[in-house]
């Protein structure tokens, strides 16, 4: 009983939907399922989505397979969308009602994890993942742990965490790092 009487104080922030998967229905449109990072959607609001730039309208939501006409930060949802199409989407998209950042050359402190064997060299391919976003970069410069990567496609830094991974070297994680 006490648990439920607590109140929960929400920083009133912009909305972040990270896209786990999505797909087209027929006479609904395409529909994204996500987690919601921050901030609150609600029907009708409108989105950017990341990396694409491109400006979407929630038609419709639900949550636990109800329909919800607003969310909360940590709820899963599934939106239905407007002025998109399922085969212009990717995993790790982002959805948003802030300007985010998207990069194709990116400086990160690395934390490199011990039992890694891969070198921090120019030339070298990796994989960065921010979110659910994974996209493959060639290390341009690096300096101690301070990487410079130029990225194949643009990422969403909507937030300085990241993790990287060697796509051909065993264990493959390589450490986790910071987007300067």
Not at 6 to 25: L, S
Not at 61 to 66: P, V
Request: with cysteine; proline share 4%.
């Amino acid at each position: 009983e006490k648990i439920m009487q607590a109140k929960v104080e929400r920083r009133q922030e912009p909305a972040i939907v990270t896209v786990d998967n999505y797909f087209g229905v027929k006479g609904v449109g395409t529909v994204v399922l996500g987690m919601v990072k921050s901030g609150s959607v609600k029907q009708y609001d409108r989105l950017k989505c990341y990396p694409l730039g491109k400006e979407v309208v929630v038609k419709s939501m639900q949550s636990q397979d109800k329909d919800v006409k607003e969310t909360e930060p940590g709820q899963r949802v599934g939106l239905a969308l407007k002025d998109i199409e399922a085969d212009e989407l990717k995993r790790g998209y982002v959805l948003s009602g802030k300007n985010i950042e998207c990069k194709k050359e990116l400086s990160v402190d690395v934390s490199k994890s011990r039992y890694s064997k891969f070198e921090l060299a120019p030339g070298k391919k990796l994989m960065i993942n921010i979110g659910l976003q994974v996209v493959t970069a060639d290390i341009k410069k690096a300096d101690g742990n301070s990487l410079d990567l130029v990225l194949d496609n643009p990422i969403a830094v909507y937030e300085e965490k990241c993790m990287l991974a060697a796509p051909d070297s065993m264990p493959r994680i390589i450490g986790s790092g910071r987007v300067k």
